[in-house]
C-alpha cells in the first residue's frame, strides 16, 4: 500500500494558493506570486524556529505567522518600489500569501513543514500563471512592458487568443481543478488523491 | 499563563515582555522599510507619469508639471446627447505658454465605467487618448485597450453636435469595435466631452 499522506495534501495546498493565483494571470506574475509565496514559507519557518529555540516564550504558533506577515509587508514595499507596474497588475492583494502561507503550514506540518509546502507554493502559481497567459491571450511573457521600458510581445504561440476566459480569475479555478486531479491520474510516487481516507 | 512554561527558568511577566518586544521589533521593521521606501516610491511613480504623460502628447512638448495644476471638473454639467461625466483637466504649457490640455472623462461601459484620458492641441485636434481604467469584457470591451480602435481619433478635431460623430449604430460615422457597440459609444462619448474643454479651462 502506499504512504497516506497527510490529511488533506495536497488538495489544502493547491486550494491554499487559490487566492494568490487569481492575482495573476500572465507567466510572469506568477513567478512574483511564486517568489512571494515560497520566499515567505522558507524564510519565516526558519526564522521563527531560531527565535522560538531562543526565547521559549515565542514558542507559539503565531510567531511565524507574525514574520511571515512582516516578511510580505516588506516585500510588499519593496516590489512597489522597485517595479510599480508590476505591483499594480498584482493589485493591492498580494499580502494574501499571509493566509495561503497559514494553511501551507497547517497542512505540511506533520511529516514535512518545510519542503512539501514550498514545492507547491512555487509550482501551482507559476503552473496556473503560465497556462492561464498561454490559454487566455494565446502567448508567454506578453507583459515584459511591466518590468522594462522596451517590453515587446512576447512569444505569440497562438495567432489569436484560444479561451480568454482563462485571463478572468475564474479561469484560475478551472486549471486549480485539473491540478486537483492530478495525483489521480500521475504515476506511483505522487500523493494520493483524497478520497482515499474518506 | 503557566508561570513554569518555557523551562520554568522565566515568569509570566518575562513571557509578555519578550513577546510584546518581538512584536514591536517586527512592526519597526515593517515601519522603517515604509519611511525609507516611500519617498522614492512616490517619486519613482511621479516621473513615470510624467513619461507616460509626454508619450501621450506626443509630438507637442511640455515643460510644466502638468499633476501640480489639475483641475477638478467633475461639478460640470454633462453635455446634451452626451452620456459621460468630466473627470479633470490638466493644462500642458511650454515656455509658460499653453500648447495643450490632457482631460479625463468617464462614461458607462457594458460592465462599469470607462475612464478615458485625451490630450489635446490647443487648437482641439486629439494627440493621443488612452484608458485610464475599465472593467469591460475579455475579447470584447477589452479590445477597446488592446486594438487600436482609439488611435483612429488621433490628429483629428472632434466635433459633439456633428451627428457624423456618433457610432454607426446610432447613426454615424464612427465604426464600433464588433461585440462591443456600448463599450465604444462610453469611449467616444468621453472623448466628445473631453474635446468640449476649452483651452482657458484647465488654467487655474
Request: glycine share 8%; aromatic share 4%.
Amino acid at each position: 500500500m502506499r504512504r497516506r499522506p497527510t490529511p488533506s495534501g495536497w488538495t489544502t495546498t493547491v486550494f491554499a494558493m487559490a487566492p494568490l493565483c487569481m492575482l495573476s494571470d500572465s507567466a510572469l506574475t506568477g513567478l512574483v506570486v511564486a517568489f512571494i509565496a515560497t520566499s515567505t514559507l522558507l524564510v519565516s519557518l526558519p526564522l521563527s524556529k531560531l527565535v522560538a529555540a531562543r526565547w521559549s516564550a515565542l514558542r507559539l504558533p503565531g510567531t511565524s505567522l507574525m514574520v511571515a506577515a512582516t516578511w510580505v509587508s516588506v516585500l510588499d514595499l519593496l516590489l512597489h518600489w522597485m517595479a510599480p507596474e508590476l505591483r499594480g497588475a498584482l493589485g493591492p492583494y498580494a499580502p494574501l500569501a499571509v493566509g495561503s502561507f497559514a494553511l501551507l503550514v497547517a497542512t505540511g506540518r506533520e511529516h514535512d513543514p518545510i519542503a512539501e509546502p514550498s514545492r507547491a507554493a512555487l509550482a501551482v502559481p507559476l503552473i496556473t500563471g503560465v497556462l492561464r497567459e498561454l490559454l487566455g491571450t494565446g502567448r508567454l511573457l506578453g507583459d515584459l512592458g511591466l518590468i522594462t521600458p522596451e517590453g515587446g510581445n512576447g512569444w505569440i504561440l497562438f495567432p489569436s487568443a484560444p479561451l480568454p476566459l482563462f485571463t478572468l480569475p475564474a479561469g484560475t479555478l478551472l486549471i486549480l481543478a485539473l491540478l486537483l486531479l492530478a495525483p489521480a491520474v500521475a504515476p506511483r510516487g505522487a500523493p494520493v488523491a483524497d478520497n482515499n481516507n474518506t | 499563563m503557566d508561570p513554569t512554561a518555557g523551562g520554568g527558568q522565566l515568569s509570566t511577566d518575562t513571557h509578555r515582555v519578550v513577546a510584546l518586544g518581538f512584536g514591536l521589533t517586527l512592526a519597526a521593521v515593517v515601519f522603517i522599510a515604509q519611511a525609507l521606501l516611500v519617498e522614492p516610491t512616490r517619486e519613482r511613480e511621479r516621473r513615470a507619469a510624467l513619461r507616460e504623460l509626454a508619450a501621450l502628447a506626443d509630438p507637442v512638448a511640455f515643460d510644466n508639471d502638468p499633476f501640480a495644476a489639475v483641475q477638478d471638473l467633475s461639478t460640470r454639467a454633462p453635455l446634451p446627447g452626451l452620456n459621460a461625466t468630466l473627470v479633470q483637466a490638466m493644462p500642458l504649457r511650454a515656455g509658460g505658454r499653453q500648447v495643450g490640455v490632457v482631460v479625463d472623462a468617464r462614461a458607462r461601459g457594458y460592465v462599469d465605467d470607462v475612464v478615458l484620458r485625451v490630450a489635446f492641441a490647443t487648437e482641439g485636434r486629439v494627440l493621443g487618448t488612452q484608458v485610464l481604467t475599465q472593467r469591460e469584457t475579455a475579447g470584447l470591451g477589452r479590445r477597446l485597450v488592446e486594438s487600436n480602435w482609439l488611435a483612429q481619433f488621433d490628429a483629428r478635431t472632434p466635433h459633439s453636435e456633428d451627428p457624423r460623430w456618433r457610432v454607426r449604430r446610432d447613426g454615424g460615422e464612427v465604426d464600433q469595435l464588433t461585440g462591443a457597440t456600448t463599450t465604444s459609444r462610453a469611449a467616444l462619448h468621453a472623448l466628445l466631452l473631453a474635446a468640449s474643454v476649452e483651452l482657458t479651462d484647465a488654467t487655474p
